[in-house]
């Protein structure tokens, strides 16, 4: 089996990882040794006429910019979309699964996800991605984490190995046309993971501060103006998915 990933950044190089360890050969689009750049029209159309499964990790851009460029030469081959949980909106903490309706800011998300599962793909939602390089850990040590006080606020996160695997198994399974939420068995507020963080380190967590006082940056606010607990019963039962770090505990000591 042959994967070629659209976009080899930190989700991409995680799922090429997980792929391998199994005994996959994968190459991607990026400038990097051994895969072709995006643009590069023929060594793209190559990688893909030699693939069996092909995964995007490309975000919307006024559209799908790997359908726009390479739609037609996507028929035949298994294919993974990585989408956002985002396209659920706020939902003041409830829980959601596959099944809520799609609502907020993402509109251009969800018109892609429909276009990518109209071709046929296994769509997969993921909330925040942390992993090693990409946690509170490191905003401690680099004294940019951030306490607000919200304290209703609460958000679902994934370890980038957990969403991996979760790819591989879709894929070894041949699961075709489905949505997956991609989350740990935890949601909990941004807080507590600092503060899981800074215990691990023996430090003390930053202070509590105001959204404004925070000063963050127009991204980060949005964030934390939505609230939502993401559901993963769906990928449990259907891929015999379950995280090897099923909280942020877990993910966060994993990373010491």
Known sequence: MRLFVFGLGYTGKAITAAFGEDGWTSVGSTGSEGTVTFDDDDGVATALAQATHVISTIAPWEGDPVLTRYGSLLEDHWLGYIS?????????????????????????????????????????????????????????????????GLPDQVFSRIHVEDAAWAFLAAAADDIRGEIFNI??????????????????????????????????????????????????????????????????????????
């Open 183 to 256: 989350a740990d068995d935890l949601p909990a507020s941004a807080n507590a993971v600092t503060e899981e963080a800074a215990r691990l380190l023996g430090l003390g967590p930053p202070p509590l501060q105001s959204l404004e006082e925070a000063k963050l940056s127009p991204q980060a606010r949005a964030f934390y103006a939505e609230n939502r607990r993401v559901a993963n019963g769906k990928a449990k039962r259907v891929l015999g998915w379950l995280p090897r770090y099923p909280t942020y505990r877990e993910g966060l000591a994993s990373l010491l």
């Open 84 to 148: 956002s949980t985002g396209v659920y909106g706020d939902t003041g903490g409830a829980w959601v699964d596959e099944s809520a309706p799609t609502q907020g800011r993402r509109a251009i998300r969800i018109a892609c996800e429909e276009r990518w599962l109209d071709l046929g793909a296994t769509v997969f939602r993921l909330p925040g991605i942390y992993g090693p390089g990409r946690s509170a850990i490191d905003r401690l040590r680099a004294g940019t984490a951030h306490r607000i």
